[in-house]
């Protein structure tokens, strides 16, 4: 119940396409939905995150859908560059009766966007 | 500027020794974590730690150590007890007292057990 499935493992898009990553969670107490961006060599950084009474988010060309029912979330974005490869990874923040941070995090996803 | 430091970058250990990861941060959070990322598994946590002289095991702490001497820095011996140690470890820091799902990451430490 403390996992989160993502998929797909990778992906490549061409320049200006859409880039479209999904995360599957079973635990219905998950309160907050980052997604994290990791460049090689690098440590993962913040991107967008959600609340689950939200349906959408919006940063730019980044965008988090969010599906309550179907326990679903996804990244999108759009008109990917070539800089946007990196690899993106989903989590989900666990309740917890101590204050903290300890996320659940996805596989990751490895997105190359081809020029 | 504030961020994680952590070292060394890259590692190299022989079979049955000891290692110590460094992990130092100057953005004043009491909570600090350690991560491991292997290729298709993400990132699984190994210790974490909400305040000085507290910490608490992870998913996969079996063959690690930590300390939390000071608010500063905690680092992470890998032991020659943990059975596939050759990894990338990543060290983060939240602020505590709040759930905001947000961690700061220090660049890695790449480990090659050879």
């Known amino acids: 119940q403390q996992q989160v499935k993502q998929s797909p493992q990778s992906l490549i898009v061409q320049k200006g396409g859409i880039s479209i990553i999904n995360c599957a969670y079973e635990?219905?107490?998950?309160?907050?939905f980052p997604w994290y961006q990791q460049f090689p060599g690098k440590g993962p950084a913040l991107l967008i995150a959600?609340?689950?009474?939200?349906s959408e988010k919006k940063e730019g060309r980044f965008t988090i859908s969010f599906n309550k029912s179907a326990k679903q979330f996804s990244l999108h974005i759009m008109d990917s560059q070539p800089g946007d490869s990196a690899t993106y990874f989903c989590?989900?923040?666990?309740?917890?009766?101590?204050?903290?941070?300890?996320?659940?995090f996805g596989a990751g996803t490895i997105l190359r966007v081809k020029s | 500027d504030g961020g994680i430091t952590q070292s060394p970058k890259y590692l190299f250990r022989k079979e049955g020794q000891n290692v110590t990861l460094s992990c130092e941060q100057n953005?004043?959070?009491?909570?600090m974590y350690w991560y491991r990322q292997d290729p298709g598994q993400g990132l699984r946590l190994i210790y974490y730690?909400?305040?000085?002289?507290?910490?608490q095991k992870g998913d996969i702490a079996e063959g690690y150590s930590v300390s939390r001497e000071k608010k500063e820095s905690f680092p992470l011996t890998v032991t020659s007890a943990q059975k596939n140690p050759t990894a990338f470890y990543l060290c983060?820091?939240?602020?505590?007292?709040?759930?905001?799902?947000?961690?700061?990451f220090g660049e890695g430490s790449r480990l090659t057990v050879l």
């Open positions: 953005l004043n959070h009491d909570a």
């Open positions: 989590a989900a923040l666990p309740p917890s009766l101590e204050y903290g941070n300890k996320l659940v």
């Open positions: 730690s909400q305040i000085v002289n507290d910490f």
């Open positions: 983060a820091s939240s602020i505590s007292g709040r759930r905001t799902g947000e961690l700061f």
């Open positions: 959600i609340r689950p009474d939200v």
């Open positions: 635990n219905t107490a998950f309160d907050y």
